[in-house]
């Protein structure tokens, strides 16, 4: 594994990541974000979760997690 993860790994990580949360009521969005020279993954969580109940990485992608709040329209 790269000590940096590339927008191609970041992107298929991301997929991943949809597919395995996508039954979480907590997960608002799922995105790609950089992170120091690399990339991860930033799912937003609508209420904090436990940190042990979600992944921390996917196809050696990190895993960002940021709890902010339910989406609303505007």
Known sequence: ??????????RAAKDEAK?????RADVVGV???RRG????????????VDPTSVPHSLKGVPLVFEVVGKLRKR
Do not use: C, F, P, W
């Open 31 to 33: 995105g790609v974000t």
């Open 1 to 10: 594994m790269s000590a940096h993860a590339t927008i191609e790994k970041a």
């Open 37 to 48: 020279k690399g990339y991860a993954v930033k799912v937003n969580l609508g209420q904090a």
């Open 19 to 23: 597919r395995r949360l996508a039954d």
